[in-house]
Structures are given as C-alpha cells and as structure tokens.
C-alpha cells in the first residue's frame, strides 16, 4: 500500500523556521519527482517546490523562493521542506505528493503561523 | 508566470446533470493541463491528465477536453459522490499554477 506521510507542523511565530518532513512506502520513491502543495484554510491549492529524482533540481514559486528549501533522501524514502523566515501567509495545510501521472498525496500536515 | 482562471468558481447541479467546468490559460499550455477532484477533509485526487487521459480508476463519466489555453472538465451524468471542489493545474511551464477551483454542490 502506497502511502505519504507527513509531519513537523504545528504553531509557529512570524519570522521563525519549522521543518516538514514526508515519509514514503509502497513504491520506488527514487524513481518520483516529488512536490509540496498548499492550501490556506478555506482556500485553493498552491504548488510550493518540486525537486527532481535525485535532488539536483529544484524550483520554487516567487512566493517561497529563498525562504524555503526541498530536499529528499532517497535511501530513507523521505522529502523534506525547510521553511525560514515564516509569514502569516504561509500558514496552511502543507501535503507532499508526486503530482505527476502516478499520483500519489499524503494526508497533509498544519503549519499555523502566528505571535 | 501563467494564469489559471477557472469557472464557475461555484455551481449547484442535480443528480444526472450533464456539468462542465472551464479552465482557461494565460498563454498557450499545449495540453499540460490536469484535473484534479477535492472532497472535504481529503487530500486532491487526480481525475485527467494531459487534458483529456483518464486516470486509472477514474468513472468515464468524467472527460476532459481542450488544448492551447482553453480547457474543459465534463462530468456527464452527475451522481451524489461528485459532491467536491475540482481544481485544474497547468503543468507546461515553472511555476506550476492551479486555478482557483470550483465548488460542485447538488441541487
């Protein structure tokens, strides 16, 4: 069974860092380009950071870009984003996902930003 | 960067209706568009790819259509499980960018 598991979100103040982390099984996740994707409360989707199979690719939104950082670990099936610098705006359900063909999403994990 | 302007952004139809909804791009995405279905509380779910391939698993009773900077989501025969927000994504060029979404509720 293919699952996408994330986690690191919680309540954190303007201008501080947090760190997600998306744990995958069930599939060669090598084999993927793998995405983050937000959504506000209430709101659309937004696409934040793909990154390439084996990492040396990345691209970010000009919303994100040089706050936020993808990265992967293919021997530990794992994604990451390191988010700096946080604003208000971030605040939001943050999922991982292939966003490709093969389509495969987790279950999304809160940031709150917020003093 | 590319626009997506989705609509309706809300529509109210009854079971069996024939439902489109529009996406329509800023400039030319050949056929890089998907489709994507969101229930409440659930994470988006991939219904077309590519403008018009159906998803593995996916009822024919959704199809896709379109191709430069004007695409279409049709939901033949609408049945109660359609209840959801539908999101299109370019994917041709970086950023990626989704439309704004449309709020498909029964009658």
């Known amino acids: 069974e293919v699952q996408l598991v994330e986690s690191g979100g919680g309540l954190v103040q303007p201008g501080r860092s947090l760190k997600l982390s998306c744990a995958a099984s069930g599939f060669t996740f090598s084999n993927y380009y793998m995405a983050w994707v937000r959504q506000a409360p209430k709101k659309g989707l937004e696409w934040v950071a793909t990154?390439?199979?084996?990492?040396?690719?990345?691209y970010y939104p000009d919303s994100v870009k040089g706050r936020f950082t993808i990265s992967r670990d293919n021997a530990k099936s794992s994604l990451y984003l390191q988010m700096n610098s946080l604003k208000s705006e971030d605040t939001a359900t943050y999922y991982c996902?292939?966003?490709?063909?093969?389509?495969?999403w987790g279950q999304g994990v809160m940031v709150t930003v917020s003093s | 960067d590319i626009q997506m302007t989705q609509s309706p952004s809300f529509l109210s139809a009854s079971v069996g209706d024939r439902v489109t909804i529009n996406c329509k791009a800023s400039?030319?995405?050949?056929?890089?568009l998907n489709w994507y279905q969101q229930k409440l509380g659930e994470a988006p779910k991939l219904l077309i790819y590519?403008?018009?391939s159906l998803q593995t698993g996916i009822p024919s009773r959704f199809s896709g259509s379109g191709s430069g900077t004007d695409f279409t989501l049709t939901i033949s025969s609408l049945q109660p499980e359609d209840v959801a927000t539908y999101f299109c994504?370019?994917?041709?060029?970086?950023?990626?960018?989704f439309g704004g979404g449309t709020k498909l509720e029964l009658k």
């Open positions: 996902a292939t966003l490709n063909t093969v389509d495969y």
């Open positions: 400039q030319n995405i050949n056929r890089y």
């Open positions: 994504l370019q994917h041709n060029s970086w950023p990626r960018t």
């Open positions: 990154i390439s199979t084996s990492g040396s690719r990345t």
């Open positions: 590519n403008a018009n």
